[in-house]
T-cell receptor, first 115, second 117 residues
Framework: AQSVTQLDSQVPVFEEAPVELRCNYS??????LFWYVQYPNQGLQLLLK??????LVKGINGFEAEFNKSQTSFHLRKPSVHISDTAEYFCAVSDQGSSASKIIFGSGTRLSIRP | GAVVSQHPSWVICKSGTSVKIECRSLDFQATTMFWYRQFPKQSLMLMATSNEGSKATYEQGVEKDKFLINHASLTLSTLTVTSAHPEDSSFYIC?????????????FGQGTRLTVV
């Protein structure tokens, strides 16, 4: 079974500062990894995903993440944040088995941007 | 990207009544659909996984007789909360995944906020 740990429940940063949201996963099989963003009272929007190949993945809104197999991590980064990035961010994992493979979410990290 | 439409976006119902939530994949065939529940300021907890034409597989601790899931077609799954109680008030989110080579990513609906009074 897979599991995801997001180490930080809240991350406050100043506008235009860089940010890193941490994610570690556990799995005995090969996985797909995802980062989603959720704005209040809305569903989830995919920021980026790692399927295979290059370990550095670029997503929407200037976000990127790096897959590190040895450290079982998939940390999300942005070099300069904006007020509009204030939201809840979820890391998720799914094994590569089939379309029925579960997508398991981490506990989420609330990113708050200070002007 | 693929679109998943969830309806209604919010609903208020009286205690003891049943509520049905629909999840539709608009431009792809969803071999698998997932239903999640999210409490305020918490993560998404998987309730069940359904494959078209089969019975849903429920996660441990989820009452299958209370949360009825139907996945009768490749574009529609429904979640019915039966005999709803205030503790069932929550944000419910569905997601859908296409089968075959495009089965890497699941697409999410916009969620349904259920309030039971």
């Amino acid at each position: 079974a897979q599991s995801v740990t997001q180490l930080d429940s809240q991350v406050p940063v100043f506008e235009e500062a860089p940010v890193e949201l941490r994610c570690n996963y556990s799995s005995s099989v090969s996985v797909y990894l995802f980062w989603y963003v959720q704005y209040p009272n809305q569903g989830l929007q995919l920021l980026l995903k790692y399927l295979s190949g290059s370990t550095l993945v670029k997503g929407i809104n200037g976000f990127e993440a790096e897959f590190n197999k040895s450290q079982t991590s998939f940390h999300l980064r942005k070099p300069s944040v904006h007020i509009s990035d204030t939201a809840e961010y979820f890391c998720a994992v799914s094994d590569q088995g089939s379309s029925a493979s579960k997508i398991i979410f981490g506990s989420g990290t609330r990113l708050s941007i200070r002007p | 990207g693929a679109v998943v439409s969830q309806h209604p976006s919010w609903v208020i119902c009286k205690s003891g009544t049943s509520v049905k939530i629909e999840c539709r994949s608009l431009d792809f065939q969803a071999t698998t659909m997932f239903w999640y529940r999210q409490f305020p300021k918490q993560s998404l907890m998987l309730m069940a996984t359904s494959n078209e034409g089969s019975k849903a597989t429920y996660e441990q601790g989820v009452e299958k007789d209370k949360f009825l899931i139907n996945h009768a077609s490749l574009t529609l799954s429904t979640l019915t909360v039966t005999s709803a109680h205030p503790e069932d008030s929550s944000f419910y989110i569905c997601s859908a995944r296409e089968g075959g080579a495009r089965n890497t990513e699941a697409f999410f609906g916009q969620g349904t906020r259920l309030t039971v009074v």
